[in-house]
Nanobody
């Protein structure tokens, strides 16, 4: 497993942007699929976006496609989530997740063994 620390959350007005970061440590970042999930108050945690080790494949939830972009810098062991055109319904705790998948894209929570502590994103209307 790797240790994951998210940062970049905060309060933003609707239509604004935020960039979340997730720094990984503990072992090599090699061959890890990375993903973002979120959990809104009173709701179950849901998938947001995922990216393969090479960055060659990404996948997004329909609710964020076209507004959010996931990327990674393997030299820095960091994955990012650029969030644009934010909506109040994007308000949630955002979690970073990692799993060594050797190139495969994972999108289910059960596929990931390492999780961060979460960072709060609040979008005001």
């Amino acid at each position: 497993q790797v240790q994951l620390v998210e940062s970049g959350g905060g309060l933003v007005q609707a239509g604004g942007s935020l960039r979340l970061s997730c720094a990984a440590s503990g072992r090599t970042f090699s061959n890890y699929c990375m993903a973002w999930f979120r959990q809104a108050p009173g709701k179950e945690r849901e998938f947001v976006a995922a990216i393969t080790w090479s960055g060659g494949r990404t996948y997004y939830a329909g609710s964020v496609k076209g507004r959010f972009t996931i990327s990674r810098d393997n030299a820095k062991n960091t994955v990012y989530l650029q969030m644009n055109s934010l909506k109040p319904e994007d308000t949630a705790v955002y979690y970073c997740a990692a799993e060594r998948t050797y190139g495969k894209l994972a999108v289910e929570q059960r596929d990931f063994g390492s999780w961060g502590q979460g960072t709060q994103v609040t979008v005001s209307s």
